[in-house]
């Protein structure tokens, strides 16, 4: 059952990278900046550290960064940073996906620090540090080609601060997976964002990507 469930997650991520590669992703090259937010095992992250870009690639959990940092060894270019990214530097709880106990990386995917995520389990968790993704953008004080962010949940909170602080203006394209369907109350959230989007006439942002 396990390898029937990553046999079609593969099948399925591998299409949309092609058409997202062929629309968006194509154009990041040598030259690119790059920040992927939940970067999980690195099977995006290793689609820009091939095409030569500098790559900032955040996982929390453990177990998926391990693997990460494994496959990223052969690209210089590429920093693995062993923490999530949220609207304020702290420590919270990473809850580990509710069959994780199987294998850790194998459903590392799906661990969040949102506990009302209806498929984490909130009796096995991990502490984890967490980075403000805005700061962290600040910090770097340069053009940025590509945001994704994948955080499982935790997207609303970052993405309203990122348009906030207008911080989209220096970013080429940002795509986020949103997750409204698995947390409870999240669709209003979502929804204020995209009147946000829509009233500013952001045109460089991208939900529900995956």
């Given at each position: 059952m396990k390898k029937t469930i990553r046999a079609i997650k593969n099948q399925i991520q591998y299409a949309l990278t092609h058409i997202l590669f062929s629309k968006v992703f194509n154009r990041i090259g040598p030259?690119?900046?790059?920040?992927?937010?939940?970067?999980?095992?690195?099977?995006?992250?290793?689609?820009?550290?091939?095409?030569?870009?500098?790559?900032?690639?955040?996982e929390p959990n453990p177990h998926a960064f391990e693997r990460l940092s494994t496959r990223m060894e052969a690209f210089p270019k590429v920093t693995c940073i062993n923490k999530g990214v949220w609207?304020?530097?702290?420590?919270?709880?990473?809850?580990?996906?509710?069959?994780?106990?199987?294998?850790?990386?194998?459903?590392?995917?799906?661990?969040?620090?949102?506990?009302?995520?209806?498929?984490?389990?909130d009796r096995d968790f991990v502490e984890v540090e967490l980075?403000?993704?805005?700061?962290?953008?600040?910090?770097?004080?340069?053009?940025?080609?590509?945001?994704?962010?994948?955080?499982?949940?935790?997207?609303?909170?970052?993405l309203k601060k990122?348009?906030?602080?207008?911080?989209?203006?220096?970013?080429?394209?940002?795509v986020v997976e949103t997750h409204e369907r698995k947390i409870a109350g999240q669709a209003e959230e979502m929804k204020a964002i995209r009147k946000m989007i829509t009233e500013r006439n952001i045109t460089n942002i991208t939900l529900g990507w995956l």
């Open positions: 030259d690119s900046i790059v920040i992927d937010c939940g970067a999980n095992v690195g099977d995006i992250a290793w689609q820009f550290a091939k095409r030569g870009a500098t790559v900032y690639a955040f609207i304020e530097a702290a420590t919270m709880n990473l809850y580990f996906h509710e069959q994780a106990g199987e294998d850790q990386v194998f459903w590392s995917f799906g661990s969040s620090i949102i506990r009302e995520k209806n498929n984490i389990s980075i403000d993704l805005t700061g962290f953008i600040d910090e770097l004080d340069t053009e940025i080609d590509l945001l994704k962010i994948d955080i499982e949940g935790a997207e609303g909170p970052v990122l348009i906030e602080k207008e911080q989209y203006e220096r970013i080429g394209q940002i």
